[in-house]
Every structure is written in C-alpha cells, then in structure tokens.
C-alpha cells in the first residue's frame, strides 16, 4: 500500500521538474518587475531542486521511475525515465541552478540594465527547463527538442554581456551549437530508420538485435559530433572559451555548470545505453577517437590556460580540459573509469560554478575580470579569494578536495586497463593546473595592491553564501564520499550491466 | 507509381554539403545563417524521405487504403521546423545587434575591429 503511494507521490514530481520552470518563465514576462521576476525564479529553482533531491533519494531506494506523458505507454509514447544516473546529473544541474540563482541580483545589476532583468530570468528558466528536460526524457527526439530549447536561452543570455564582443560570441555558438544539435538530430534519425523507435530503452532492445551495420555506426558518428559540439570535446570547443568570457558572469557561473554536464550525460546515455559497450567498443572502436582527443584536451586546455591574462577566459580553458577528463572517464569503458567521469561530472560543476562565483564577486569589486586587477586581492577580499584557493586546490586535484577523489577513480580506471602512461598523463596535466592557479594565488597574495587604486572592499553576503555553498561543497563531498561516489559507481554498474 | 529509389538521399547529402560548406567558407554572418537553414532543411527532407513508401497513402482508416506511409517522421519535423525557424530568428535578431555595434556583418572586418580593440 504505502510503496504504491510512493510511486505515486515520485511519478508524480517527476513532470513538475519540467512544468514548473516552463510554466513560471512565461509569468516571469508578465511580472515585469526585476524584484519579483527574480524571487519566482528564485522559490522556483530552489523547488526544482529540492524535488530533484526527493526524487534522487527515491531512486535510490525504490529503483527507476518512469511517467508516460498524457497517458501514452512508452514505446509509443513520450516516456520520462528517472534512474540512477540522470537522477544524480539532475540533482547537480538543478542545485546549481538554485545556487547560481541566489547570488545573482547584484552581479545582474552591475552588467545588465535593471529594465531587461524579468527577461533574464524568463530565459533563465526556460534554459532550466531544457536542461531537465534533456535529463529525465527517456525518449530520444525529445532530447532534440529539450536540446534546442536550453541552447537558444542561452544564446540569448550569453548576448547580454556587457561588451559588444558577447554578441560575436553569442552567434559563433549559435552556428556551432545549430550545427551540433542537427547532427544530433541527423543521427536519431538514422536509428530510427534501423529500430523504428525513438523511445531510448527500446532503441538499445531493437538495435542489439540489429547488430552493427553501416547504418548504426554513421549515426553513432553523428551523435557523436553533434552532442561532442554541444560537451565541447577538444577540437569542437572553439566556441567555448567566448561564451564563457564574454557572458555576464553570472550566466557564465550557470552555463559552465550545466550545459556541459547534461551534453555529457546524453554521451554517456547514448553510448552505454542505446548502443551499449559491446557495439560502441568492440565494434565502433569509439575508444580510439576518445581517448587521444580526451588527452589533448587535458593539456591543451591547461597550456593555453597558463597564457591567459583574463581569468574568465583561463577557468573557461581549464573547463576543455575538465571535459577532457570526463571523455577520458567514459572511454576507458570500465567501472572505476567511467565512474570517474560521472563522479567528476559532478564534481567539476560545483568547482566550476564556484570558482566562476569568485569571478562575479571580483569583477563586481574590482570591475574586472583581468589578472593585473587582482593585485593584493588576498588581502581586500579574504574570503572570496580563500574560496578561490580551494576551489583552484581542487581543480588540481589536491587530496582532501572533489578533484583528488575523480582523479583517483580516472588513475586506477587507466592503471586496470594497462594504460600507466596515460595514468601518468593524467597525473602530469594535473600539476598543469596547479601551474594556472597559482598564477593568480601569486598575484594576489604576494604583490602590493596598486598604490593609487580604488577602495575595495570584501563582496558582499548575498553573493559570498552562494559561492561559499558551491566551494563548502566541494570540501564536504572530497572528504565525505559515500554520496556522490555511491551514486556514480551504482549508475556506472548499471551502465556496464555488472550485477552488484 | 515511379519508384523514387535513392533519389531522395542524394538530394539529402547534397544540400546537407552545400549547408554545411556556405557556413565554413562564408565570412558574411547572415549567409552564415541561411547555410545552416539549408542545413537544417536536409535532415527535414531526410526524415520525411524516410516515412514515405512508395504506393503509400496518407494514414486514414478507409475502404481501399491499405498502405499508407509512416507519418511520425513527418509530424517529428513540424517541430523541427519550428526549432529552425526560432533558431533564425535568434540569429538575425543577434545579427541586427552587430550590425547596430561594429557597423558590419562581415566576419573579417569584425575581428580586424576585435583586434584593434585588443591592442588598444
């Protein structure tokens, strides 16, 4: 009787994850009013994400949800399919949603004419909405549509930076990203011709008895370039490092979280679920794409990251080469491997959304985002660059960190397979990043900040407590592992059909 | 009824390669923009090739009628169509802003004003 009621009660909540955003963005053009416009935006991600942590907590006591959309049963219909991995992925996107959300009205103000606010987070929601969207659908077309919805808010949102170069910015993404999301499209299409299904459960049924034609490996090739543009997989991430520099900081706290992530859950979803490990290793040969571009993106994100005098632009190049290491995870095909990737999924988004906080935080004090701008901050702004300390520690991957502990899974993934070098690799593109950070550790703490500067002083508390959630957490899930590790490696069992 | 064969596939490719080419080689944003909406208009054709049988009618329940084409590729690109009509308007919209900012839409002359900018 109650487990009857409770699959209700998570059957339930699940389309909320989606309805809720969508339905709240369009009242949000009707609010007009910046305050009230961001406090709806703000009790609804918060009620996004506490749903999302109920129905984790769900999923991992009862097993996998699934909500046939207007009644229709799946295969037939549109299903929303909640199970362990994108249970976890939705947990982080939205919580950062709800985090970024917090901090945002005085970043906002400083960027963004008050006038235009309820339409930020009209746009704000309806990328929320896409994002969820893409996560919990279980059918394969309406990954495409969710996919589009997300991209183009964020265009827009990105073109509300302050300088003229967002604009530039914001269409070279919007041509890439187009060009990404058709040949995602292109790529469904093909499967199916061959399954004649688009639900993803049923596709991975049909297509296991198809087997490898010439037909499944090009839509593999094609859903892989069009989600790889969408990750930023190292030669597909030319539109990135402008994005993220030239948005207003706070859409880029945002963006560099989620995005990414939810691109590469579908990745990982395609390629485990839909065509499963047999097809896209033994087959496909995906690994001998991924592996060498996952390696270059490692250390050519960090090397040009060391070069950058804006630090917008080097966290945005550290982000290639974060994604670098997710790639790594998943195309080792192996249980602590692609529980790495899943696990640093996680963990790079708290990192990253933080360490892109402390920027708000700086750029709102300082009025910029520039190295020579952070001269003497150690000693003005205590707390936000502490935070930036931790955070850059665990981009590194310092023991007692969320980097140390993704690391530690990717390390022993390549060390099973026999790869030590590439364990090696890892280990050495690593201390690359330490090289980036202190970089500015240096500037901030060991120089004298400019004589005839302008007062500054430590950021305010409305944006502190956000960064200082996101950086707090980064601590708490380095030492107290059971959750975020638990969850990816049961996600990664299930991916790779290990019974536990 | 004539057999259409793979007729429509070559299409598909070659518009799906003029797409893609217009938006590599042209420095002009808004032809940027129509080579994407050509691409996007090849994988439109492509689904709707794909649902079509030859002989096949539309899928009404009638006296007569007994093979009728799959209408799902079909009814899956009205949506995809929406999605490309947004898409070009975010674009040009995007577009109409630089041309307002830099005074130009050519992609050239907008990174020589980037990089003037840069050094100044």
Redesign the interface.
């Known amino acids: 009787m109650i487990t009857i009621l409770l699959d209700r009660i998570g059957r339930s909540l699940l389309p909320l994850l989606v309805a809720a955003p969508l339905l709240s963005a369009t009242v949000c053009i009707l609010l007009r009013r910046a305050r009230w416009a961001w406090s709806l935006a703000l009790v609804v991600s918060w009620g996004v994400f506490a749903d999302a942590a109920y129905l984790l907590y769900h999923v991992v006591h009862f097993g996998p949800i699934s909500y046939a959309q207007g009644g229709w049963r799946a295969p037939w219909g549109i299903e929303l399919r909640l199970d362990l991995l994108n249970a976890l992925v939705l947990v982080i996107v939205t919580g950062i949603c709800a985090v970024v959300a917090l901090a945002a009205p005085r970043s906002l103000a400083q960027e963004v004419p008050e006038r235009k606010h309820y339409r930020i987070w009209a746009l704000y929601l309806l990328c929320m909405t896409g994002l969820a969207g893409m996560t919990i659908t279980g059918d394969a077309?309406n990954i495409?549509?969710f996919l589009?919805i997300s991209s183009?808010s964020s265009?827009?949102l990105i073109?509300q930076g302050t300088t003229?170069?967002a604009?530039?910015s914001?269409?070279q993404y919007?041509?890439m990203g187009?060009?990404g999301?058709?040949f995602f499209?292109?790529g469904v299409?093909m499967i199916?011709?061959v399954t004649g299904t688009?639900n993803i459960h049923d596709m991975a049924v049909q297509l296991s008895t198809v087997g490898p034609n010439r037909t499944v490996l090009v839509a593999l090739a094609c859903i892989g370039v069009g989600v790889g543009i969408k990750l930023a997989v190292f030669p597909l991430h030319i539109w990135l490092p402008n994005a993220y520099t030239f948005a207003p900081a706070i859409v880029t706290a945002f963006l560099a979280a989620t995005a990414t992530k939810v691109a590469y859950y579908v990745l990982v979803r395609f390629v485990f679920s839909v065509f499963g490990v047999h097809l896209a290793f033994n087959e496909l040969h995906l690994h001998v794409v991924l592996l060498p571009l996952a390696i270059l993106a490692m250390f050519m994100g960090s090397i040009v990251a060391i070069f950058q005098s804006d630090i917008k632009r080097m966290l945005a190049y550290s982000s290639v080469a974060q994604i670098g290491y997710m790639v790594f995870g998943l195309s080792l095909a192996s249980l602590p491997g692609l529980t790495g990737g899943i696990v640093h999924l996680f963990n790079h988004a708290l990192m990253k959304s933080g360490l892109f906080l402390v920027m708000a935080c700086v750029l709102l004090r300082t009025g910029s985002t520039k190295l020579e701008a952070m001269h003497g901050l150690g000693r003005k702004m205590p707390l936000t660059m502490a935070a930036f300390v931790l955070g850059g520690l665990s981009l590194a991957g310092v023991p007692a960190t969320v980097g140390f502990v993704s690391k530690w899974f990717l390390v022993k993934g390549a060390l099973e397979a026999g790869y030590w070098y590439l364990a090696v690799l890892v280990l050495l593109s690593s201390l690359l990043a330490l090289v980036y950070i202190w970089r500015v550790v240096e500037v901030a703490y060991f120089r004298p900040p400019h004589p005839d500067g302008p007062e500054i002083r430590e950021a305010p508390l409305s944006m502190l407590v956000p960064t200082w959630m996101l950086i707090g957490a980064t601590l708490v899930f380095g030492l107290y592992t059971p959750f975020s590790v638990g969850v990816a490696q049961a996600a990664a069992k299930m991916l790779l059909g290990i019974s536990s | 009824m004539i057999s259409t064969g793979l007729y429509n596939y070559w299409v598909v490719i070659v518009l799906m390669m003029t797409g893609?080419y217009v938006?590599i080689a042209r420095g002009n944003?808004l032809k940027?923009?129509i080579g994407?909406n050509i691409?996007?208009v090849s994988?439109i054709m492509?689904?709707v090739s794909?649902g079509k049988i030859n002989g096949g009618t539309a899928p009404i329940v009638a006296k007569g009628f007994e093979v009728y084409s799959n209408p799902?590729?079909s009814v899956?690109m009205l949506?995809?169509i929406v999605?490309g009509v947004?898409?070009s308007a975010?674009?040009l919209s995007?577009?109409v802003?630089?041309q307002e900012?830099?005074g130009t839409i050519e992609e050239d002359d907008?990174r020589t004003e980037?990089r003037q900018?840069e050094i100044s």
């Open positions: 077309f495409f549509v589009e183009l265009y827009v073109s003229r170069r604009l530039t914001s269409v919007l041509v187009t060009i999301g058709t499209l292109l299409g199916y011709m688009l | 893609l938006v944003l940027k923009i994407l691409f996007q994988v492509f689904y794909m799902i590729p899956l949506t995809a999605v947004a898409t975010v674009g995007l577009l802003r630089i900012a830099y907008i980037e900018e």
